[in-house]
Nanobody, 127 residues
Framework: QVQLVESGGGLVQAGASLRLSCAASGRTGSSYAMGWFRQAPGKEREFVAA????????HYADSVGDRFTVSRDNNKNTMYLQMSSLTPEDTAVYYCAADRVDLGYIVTVSSSEYDYWGQGTQVTVSS
């Protein structure tokens, strides 16, 4: 089992930046691709960004473009999401997820492939 805990959410104004963290604990000895998803009120959960176990491969949703940057520090068992130029459309609960993989370069985009999920952290962007 792997436990994931997100942190760093909050209330910010449009144009601001925010950094989310996802700390993993438990059976972290295996290789995990990781990702960020978000769910806005009344909407389905959507993919935001993903990163391979090695950290060299990343993938982003078109909606976040180059405003968001995903990274990880495997020594700290932590993944990050640096968000900049935030808009009210980024308001959502942000979830991190982990997918056990055999290859270090795999990036997982589909939510159905993830094995573990955090409880989420709220990000609210005011206009």
């Amino acid at each position: 089992q792997v436990q994931l805990v997100e942190s760093g959410g909050g209330l910010v104004q449009a144009g601001a930046s925010l950094r989310l963290s996802c700390a993993a604990s438990g059976r972290t000895g295996s290789s995990y691709a990781m990702g960020w998803f978000r769910q806005a009120p009344g909407k389905e959960r959507e993919f935001v960004a993903a990163i391979s176990w090695s950290g060299r491969e990343t993938h982003y949703a078109d909606s976040v473009g180059d405003r968001f940057t995903v990274s990880r520090d495997n020594n700290k068992n932590t993944m990050y999401l640096q968000m900049s130029s935030l808009t009210p459309e980024d308001t959502a609960v942000y979830y991190c997820a982990a997918d056990r993989v055999d290859l270090g370069y795999i990036v997982t985009v589909s939510s159905s492939e993830y094995d573990y999920w955090g409880q989420g952290t709220q990000v609210t962007v005011s206009s």
